[in-house]
Protein backbone atom coordinates (compact mmCIF):
# COMPACT_ATOMS: atom_id res chain seq x y z
CA UNK A 1 0.00 0.00 0.00
CA UNK A 2 2.92 2.08 1.40
CA UNK A 3 4.56 1.92 -2.13
CA UNK A 4 1.65 2.62 -4.57
CA UNK A 5 0.63 5.87 -2.16
CA UNK A 6 4.51 7.08 -2.73
CA UNK A 7 4.28 6.12 -6.24
CA UNK A 8 1.02 8.03 -6.78
CA UNK A 9 2.79 11.14 -5.05
CA UNK A 10 6.00 11.15 -6.84
CA UNK A 11 4.44 11.25 -10.28
CA UNK A 12 1.86 13.78 -9.45
CA UNK A 13 4.95 15.87 -8.37
CA UNK A 14 6.06 15.23 -12.07
CA UNK A 15 3.03 17.34 -13.24
CA UNK A 16 4.23 20.13 -11.87
CA UNK A 17 8.12 20.09 -11.38
CA UNK A 18 9.93 19.53 -14.43
CA UNK A 19 13.35 17.93 -14.59
CA UNK A 20 15.07 20.82 -13.28
CA UNK A 21 13.08 20.25 -9.54
CA UNK A 22 11.43 23.57 -10.90
CA UNK A 23 7.82 24.86 -11.12
CA UNK A 24 6.15 28.12 -12.29
CA UNK A 25 2.41 28.06 -11.22
CA UNK A 26 -0.60 29.90 -11.83
CA UNK A 27 -2.62 31.67 -9.09
CA UNK A 28 -5.98 32.09 -8.94
CA UNK A 29 -7.73 32.17 -5.65
CA UNK A 30 -7.82 36.15 -5.66
CA UNK A 31 -11.73 36.23 -6.41
CA UNK A 32 -12.62 34.58 -3.70
CA UNK A 33 -9.54 35.79 -1.12
CA UNK A 34 -9.38 39.27 -2.14
CA UNK A 35 -12.49 39.68 -3.83
CA UNK A 36 -13.33 40.30 -7.77
CA UNK A 37 -11.77 43.95 -7.75
CA UNK A 38 -8.51 42.44 -7.98
CA UNK A 39 -9.13 41.58 -11.45
CA UNK A 40 -9.97 44.76 -12.65
CA UNK A 41 -6.98 46.11 -14.19
CA UNK A 42 -7.57 43.91 -17.12
CA UNK A 43 -11.26 43.18 -16.50
CA UNK A 44 -11.42 40.36 -18.77
CA UNK A 45 -9.45 37.91 -16.76
CA UNK A 46 -12.55 37.88 -14.26
CA UNK A 47 -12.84 34.74 -16.94
CA UNK A 48 -10.90 32.23 -15.80
CA UNK A 49 -11.58 30.26 -18.95
CA UNK A 50 -9.60 33.55 -20.47
CA UNK A 51 -7.05 33.81 -18.76
CA UNK A 52 -6.41 30.11 -17.58
CA UNK A 53 -6.43 29.79 -21.67
CA UNK A 54 -3.30 32.43 -22.15
CA UNK A 55 -1.36 30.76 -19.01
CA UNK A 56 -1.57 27.61 -20.55
CA UNK A 57 -0.77 29.01 -24.20
CA UNK A 58 2.29 30.63 -22.46
CA UNK A 59 3.65 27.17 -21.35
CA UNK A 60 2.95 27.35 -17.45
CA UNK A 61 3.60 24.70 -15.30
CA UNK A 62 0.75 24.43 -13.44
CA UNK A 63 -2.76 26.19 -11.82
CA UNK A 64 -4.02 26.57 -8.47
CA UNK A 65 -7.21 27.30 -8.05
CA UNK A 66 -10.30 26.77 -5.94
CA UNK A 67 -12.78 23.43 -6.89
CA UNK A 68 -15.53 26.09 -8.09
CA UNK A 69 -13.21 28.12 -10.14
CA UNK A 70 -11.50 24.08 -11.09
CA UNK A 71 -15.25 22.95 -11.96
CA UNK A 72 -15.43 26.41 -14.53
CA UNK A 73 -12.35 26.52 -16.01
CA UNK A 74 -10.65 23.09 -15.59
CA UNK A 75 -11.16 22.28 -19.18
CA UNK A 76 -8.52 24.62 -20.54
CA UNK A 77 -6.00 22.98 -18.15
CA UNK A 78 -4.49 20.50 -20.76
CA UNK A 79 -3.25 17.11 -19.41
CA UNK A 80 0.35 18.13 -19.27
CA UNK A 81 -0.22 20.93 -16.85
CA UNK A 82 -0.37 20.55 -13.32
CA UNK A 83 -3.97 21.23 -11.78
CA UNK A 84 -3.53 22.17 -8.15
CA UNK A 85 -6.83 22.31 -5.66
CA UNK A 86 -6.49 24.99 -2.72
CA UNK A 87 -9.30 23.55 -0.25
CA UNK A 88 -9.37 26.58 2.42
CA UNK A 89 -9.89 29.72 2.11
CA UNK A 90 -11.45 33.46 3.56
CA UNK A 91 -13.11 35.97 1.90
CA UNK A 92 -12.12 39.40 2.67
CA UNK A 93 -15.73 40.87 3.91
CA UNK A 94 -14.90 38.55 7.36
CA UNK A 95 -14.73 40.50 10.95
CA UNK A 96 -11.23 41.79 11.18
CA UNK A 97 -10.80 39.45 14.28
CA UNK A 98 -12.04 36.60 12.11
CA UNK A 99 -9.56 37.31 9.10
CA UNK A 100 -6.41 34.69 10.68
CA UNK A 101 -8.60 32.18 9.85
CA UNK A 102 -8.59 29.90 6.58
CA UNK A 103 -11.71 27.92 6.86
CA UNK A 104 -12.21 24.60 4.47
CA UNK A 105 -14.71 24.60 1.49
CA UNK A 106 -14.54 21.53 0.09
CA UNK A 107 -13.04 17.86 0.60
CA UNK A 108 -10.33 15.89 -0.61
CA UNK A 109 -13.03 13.91 -2.23
CA UNK A 110 -13.90 17.38 -4.18
CA UNK A 111 -10.48 17.43 -5.46
CA UNK A 112 -10.06 14.38 -6.87
CA UNK A 113 -13.34 14.37 -9.13
CA UNK A 114 -11.85 17.37 -10.46
CA UNK A 115 -9.05 15.77 -11.53
CA UNK A 116 -6.37 17.31 -9.12
CA UNK A 117 -2.70 16.35 -9.10
CA UNK A 118 -1.90 18.16 -6.05
CA UNK A 119 -4.30 19.73 -3.04
CA UNK A 120 -3.35 23.00 -1.10
CA UNK A 121 -3.79 23.86 2.42
CA UNK A 122 -2.84 27.41 4.29
CA UNK A 123 -1.96 27.11 8.13
CA UNK A 124 -1.36 30.47 9.32
CA UNK A 125 1.17 29.92 11.66
CA UNK A 126 1.13 32.11 15.11
CA UNK A 127 -2.64 32.92 14.40
CA UNK A 128 -5.03 32.57 17.63
CA UNK A 129 -6.43 30.43 15.16
CA UNK A 130 -3.35 28.46 14.26
CA UNK A 131 -5.23 24.81 16.43
CA UNK A 132 -7.86 24.77 14.27
CA UNK A 133 -5.77 25.09 10.55
CA UNK A 134 -3.02 22.83 11.67
CA UNK A 135 -6.16 20.08 12.35
CA UNK A 136 -7.61 21.04 8.91
CA UNK A 137 -4.20 20.51 7.22
CA UNK A 138 -3.26 17.25 9.32
CA UNK A 139 -6.82 15.80 8.16
CA UNK A 140 -6.61 17.02 4.47
CA UNK A 141 -3.18 15.76 4.31
CA UNK A 142 -3.72 12.34 5.91
CA UNK A 143 -6.31 11.54 3.68
CA UNK A 144 -4.43 13.03 0.48
CA UNK A 145 -1.59 10.86 1.01
CA UNK A 146 -3.63 8.03 1.35
CA UNK A 147 -4.78 8.06 -1.52
CA UNK A 148 -1.52 9.30 -3.13
CA UNK A 149 -2.18 13.07 -3.82
CA UNK A 150 0.45 15.60 -2.87
CA UNK A 151 -0.11 18.28 -0.38
CA UNK A 152 1.02 21.63 -0.63
CA UNK A 153 1.15 24.03 2.76
CA UNK A 154 0.29 27.52 2.01
CA UNK A 155 2.77 28.18 4.78
CA UNK A 156 2.02 32.00 6.08
CA UNK A 157 2.96 33.07 9.31
CA UNK A 158 0.65 35.36 10.67
CA UNK A 159 -0.61 36.60 14.02
CA UNK A 160 -0.76 39.31 16.68
CA UNK A 161 2.73 38.75 18.16
CA UNK A 162 4.39 37.90 15.51
CA UNK A 163 5.07 42.04 14.57
CA UNK A 164 5.76 42.60 18.51
CA UNK A 165 8.45 40.13 18.31
CA UNK A 166 9.96 40.30 14.59
CA UNK A 167 8.71 43.38 12.85
CA UNK A 168 6.71 42.13 10.06
CA UNK A 169 5.56 39.05 8.76
CA UNK A 170 8.34 38.44 6.14
CA UNK A 171 11.14 38.74 8.77
CA UNK A 172 13.36 35.44 7.69
CA UNK A 173 13.04 34.20 11.38
CA UNK A 174 9.43 33.73 11.18
CA UNK A 175 9.09 32.77 7.14
CA UNK A 176 12.01 29.96 7.87
CA UNK A 177 9.92 28.71 11.41
CA UNK A 178 6.57 28.61 9.06
CA UNK A 179 8.52 26.49 6.57
CA UNK A 180 9.86 24.30 9.19
CA UNK A 181 6.99 24.05 10.50
CA UNK A 182 5.17 23.15 6.96
CA UNK A 183 7.98 20.35 6.13
CA UNK A 184 7.38 18.70 9.75
CA UNK A 185 3.70 18.37 9.24
CA UNK A 186 4.34 16.43 6.57
CA UNK A 187 4.00 19.04 3.09
CA UNK A 188 5.07 17.71 0.02
CA UNK A 189 5.86 21.36 -1.44
CA UNK A 190 5.80 24.67 0.72
CA UNK A 191 4.56 28.37 -0.88
CA UNK A 192 5.61 31.23 1.38
CA UNK A 193 6.81 34.90 0.90
CA UNK A 194 9.70 36.58 -0.39
CA UNK A 195 11.98 37.45 2.49
CA UNK A 196 13.68 40.60 0.63
CA UNK A 197 17.49 38.67 -0.23
CA UNK A 198 18.73 35.68 -1.82
CA UNK A 199 20.83 34.90 1.65
CA UNK A 200 17.25 34.97 3.67
CA UNK A 201 15.96 33.12 1.30
CA UNK A 202 18.16 30.13 1.21
CA UNK A 203 17.96 29.95 5.17
CA UNK A 204 13.95 29.28 3.94
CA UNK A 205 15.18 26.94 1.82
CA UNK A 206 17.15 25.16 3.90
CA UNK A 207 14.86 25.06 7.19
CA UNK A 208 12.45 23.12 4.74
CA UNK A 209 14.67 20.09 4.67
CA UNK A 210 14.40 18.87 1.24
CA UNK A 211 10.62 20.23 0.89
CA UNK A 212 10.34 21.91 -2.36
CA UNK A 213 9.54 26.17 -1.12
CA UNK A 214 8.04 27.97 -4.11
CA UNK A 215 7.59 32.03 -3.71
CA UNK A 216 4.28 33.02 -3.10
CA UNK A 217 3.79 36.04 -6.01
CA UNK A 218 2.78 39.46 -4.17
CA UNK A 219 1.15 42.47 -5.54
CA UNK A 220 2.06 43.64 -9.55
CA UNK A 221 5.38 45.45 -9.88
CA UNK A 222 5.23 48.41 -12.46
CA UNK A 223 8.15 46.83 -13.86
CA UNK A 224 8.15 43.30 -15.17
CA UNK A 225 11.96 43.48 -14.77
CA UNK A 226 11.33 44.20 -10.34
CA UNK A 227 9.62 40.74 -10.10
CA UNK A 228 11.62 38.19 -12.44
CA UNK A 229 14.46 39.77 -10.63
CA UNK A 230 12.99 38.63 -7.31
CA UNK A 231 12.06 34.55 -8.70
CA UNK A 232 15.89 34.72 -10.17
CA UNK A 233 16.93 35.67 -6.72
CA UNK A 234 14.47 32.68 -4.69
CA UNK A 235 15.90 30.58 -7.81
CA UNK A 236 19.75 31.28 -6.75
CA UNK A 237 18.88 30.65 -3.37
CA UNK A 238 17.59 27.32 -4.04
CA UNK A 239 13.82 27.67 -4.29
CA UNK A 240 11.66 25.45 -6.51
CA UNK A 241 9.79 28.19 -8.48
CA UNK A 242 7.25 30.71 -7.60
CA UNK A 243 3.14 30.81 -7.77
CA UNK A 244 2.37 33.57 -9.21
CA UNK A 245 -0.89 35.47 -9.11
CA UNK A 246 -1.55 39.48 -9.93
CA UNK A 247 1.58 40.04 -11.34
CA UNK A 248 -0.05 37.43 -14.44
CA UNK A 249 -3.22 38.32 -14.78
CA UNK A 250 -2.76 42.16 -13.60
CA UNK A 251 -0.83 42.57 -16.66
CA UNK A 252 -2.85 43.72 -20.54
CA UNK A 253 -0.32 40.90 -22.04
CA UNK A 254 0.28 38.51 -19.60
CA UNK A 255 1.84 35.85 -22.23
CA UNK A 256 5.51 37.40 -22.90
CA UNK A 257 5.55 37.71 -19.25
CA UNK A 258 5.27 34.38 -18.44
CA UNK A 259 7.93 33.29 -21.19
CA UNK A 260 9.91 35.24 -19.67
CA UNK A 261 9.62 34.00 -16.05
CA UNK A 262 9.35 30.61 -17.24
CA UNK A 263 13.37 31.58 -18.97
CA UNK A 264 14.24 32.92 -15.24
CA UNK A 265 12.64 29.87 -13.29
CA UNK A 266 13.74 27.00 -15.86
CA UNK A 267 17.25 28.49 -17.70
CA UNK A 268 18.89 30.31 -14.61
CA UNK A 269 18.46 33.47 -17.44
CA UNK A 270 19.55 36.82 -15.97
CA UNK A 271 16.06 38.97 -15.85
CA UNK A 272 17.07 41.58 -18.09
CA UNK A 273 17.81 39.13 -20.49
CA UNK A 274 14.31 37.30 -20.65
CA UNK A 275 12.57 40.54 -20.52
CA UNK A 276 13.88 41.66 -23.86
CA UNK A 277 14.22 38.17 -25.25
CA UNK A 278 10.29 38.36 -24.59
CA UNK A 279 10.05 41.78 -25.99
CA UNK A 280 9.03 43.02 -22.74
CA UNK A 281 11.95 45.76 -22.79
O1 LIG B 1 -2.06 33.38 -0.80
C1 LIG B 1 -2.85 34.12 -1.31
C2 LIG B 1 -3.33 35.35 -0.67
O2 LIG B 1 -2.35 35.82 0.19
P1 LIG B 1 -2.59 37.18 0.97
O3 LIG B 1 -3.57 36.85 2.05
O4 LIG B 1 -3.08 38.19 -0.02
O5 LIG B 1 -1.22 37.50 1.48
C3 LIG B 1 -3.36 33.78 -2.59
O6 LIG B 1 -4.52 34.49 -2.88
C4 LIG B 1 -2.48 33.85 -3.79
O7 LIG B 1 -2.56 32.59 -4.30
C5 LIG B 1 -1.03 34.17 -3.60
O8 LIG B 1 -0.89 35.38 -2.93
C6 LIG B 1 -0.31 34.22 -4.96
O9 LIG B 1 -0.86 35.21 -5.77
P2 LIG B 1 -0.15 36.64 -5.95
O10 LIG B 1 0.31 37.08 -4.59
O11 LIG B 1 1.04 36.37 -6.86
O12 LIG B 1 -1.14 37.51 -6.57
Given at each position: MD??????????????????????????????????????PVWEHVN???????????????????????????????????LMIKLTSKTNLRPKEDQLLQSQLGFVEDAVKLGADAIAATVYWGSPQEDVMMRQFAEIASYAH??????????????????????????????????RAAAESGADMIKTYWTGSRETFAKVVDAAAGVPVLLSGGAKTENPVDFLKVVWEVIEAGGAGAVVGRNI????????????????????????EAAKAEGLL
Amino acid sequence: MDAYQNAGIKRRMRRFFRRDGRALIFAMDHGFEHGPTDFEPVWEHVNPKVIVRKVVRAGIDGVMMLPGIARIAGDEVKPNVGLMIKLTSKTNLRPKEDQLLQSQLGFVEDAVKLGADAIAATVYWGSPQEDVMMRQFAEIASYAHDLGFPVVQFAYPRGPYINERYGKKEDYRVVMYGARAAAESGADMIKTYWTGSRETFAKVVDAAAGVPVLLSGGAKTENPVDFLKVVWEVIEAGGAGAVVGRNIFQRENPEPFIKALLRVVHRNEDPEEAAKAEGLL
